[in-house]
């Protein structure tokens, strides 16, 4: 599991939404990426696939790929516009 020892890096508000801060330590790409395997596995998407598509660009790539999968779950504080 990502996050250390006191658990994930993000934050669960009313256990329905992830708020993620894009500008702080939880906006890593590879933090990202464990993130978006997690809810793969959870929302029973083929991982392989979602990967695919998140690595294949860059970073806003990554972005607004985990964003078409999951922005009903997810919420990115600090985007840049």
């Given amino acids: 599991m990502f996050g250390g020892p006191k658990g994930p890096s993000y934050i669960h ?10 500008q ?3 906006g890593n790409a590879f933090n990202l990426l464990a ?3 997690d809810l793969s596995h959870s ?3 083929n991982w392989d696939n979602v990967y695919n598509e ?3 660009s860059d970073y806003d790539n990554l972005i607004t790929v985990i964003e078409n999968y999951f922005g009903d779950q997810i919420t990115f504080l600090g985007k840049q516009k």
């Fill in 13 to 22: 508000a009313m256990d329905k939404d992830i708020i993620i801060d894009l």
């Fill in 24 to 26: 702080g330590p939880e």
């Fill in 35 to 37: 993130i978006a395997k």
């Fill in 43 to 45: 929302n029973k998407f």
């Fill in 54 to 56: 998140l690595t294949n």
